[in-house]
């Protein structure tokens, strides 16, 4: 055979095998309650990766990590963040868990392995495509950068942190401007 009637074999092939996913995938239904295939999670991963610039991803947090600090965002984060990420960073809230993508575990090695600089870019910016939205219109640099300490605090959270974070979320009385 020859080498140009290889390729055209080979590229009809992968486009029938696209477009047989495409359909399996439009045959699944829009449900967003389902879980992302695998191959979507990759695209999606690999795209926001890309999409992060590098000056954005070595910035470092100007904020330092003292207790008072990790406390606002705490506070900030039950008020913003926890209606879709929970408290403890797990995302398994009604809204969290209807979303398509879902809110990944933000205790995990996914998120906890991303700089600094990645994850206010992504509170700042939002992410396409997804329920995340972006901040920095309604946030101040310095309440994005507590919040990226707060991320950084979630695998040690304590039980006693959580209790007090559920007085200061979206149906407590307290005032969102504090935060
Ligand atoms: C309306 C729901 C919603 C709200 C409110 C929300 N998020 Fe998200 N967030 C998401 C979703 C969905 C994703 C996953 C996006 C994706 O898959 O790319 C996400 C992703 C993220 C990520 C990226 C994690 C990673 O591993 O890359 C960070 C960090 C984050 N959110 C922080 C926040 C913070 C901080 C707030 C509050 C200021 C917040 N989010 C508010 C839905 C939300």
Redesign the pocket.
């Known amino acids: 055979m020859k080498p140009g009637k290889a390729v055209a074999l080979i590229l009809l092939a992968l486009a029938v095998a696209t477009a047989g996913y495409g359909l399996i995938l439009v045959r699944r239904g829009f449900s967003a309650l389902a879980t992302p295939s695998a191959i979507e ?1 990759f695209a ?2 690999t795209a ?1 990766k890309i999409a992060v610039p590098s000056t954005s991803r070595q910035l470092r947090n100007p904020i330092m990590p003292t207790t008072e600090n990790i406390r606002r965002g705490m506070e ?2 039950s008020y ?6 929970s408290n403890d960073g797990g ?1 398994q809230t009604s ?2 868990k209807g ?1 398509y ?4 575990d ?1 205790r ?1 090695a ?2 906890q392995n ?1 700089s600094d600089g ?2 206010y870019y ?2 700042q910016n ?2 396409r ?5 972006a ?1 920095s219109e309604e ?1 101040t640099a310095e309440q ?1 950068w507590r ?2 300490l ?2 950084r605090h979630l695998p040690q959270i304590t039980p006693e942190e959580l209790s007090q974070m559920k007085g200061w979320d979206q149906n407590s009385k307290a005032d969102p401007a504090h935060f």
Do not use: D, N, Q, Y
């Open positions: 999670e999606a991963t926001r900030h984060f913003h963040c926890a209606p879709c990420h995302g809204w969290g979303l993508p879902k809110p990944p933000l995990a996914g998120t991303k990645e994850l992504t509170i939002g992410v495509l997804s329920g995340m939205p901040f946030h994005s919040l990226v707060f991320i």
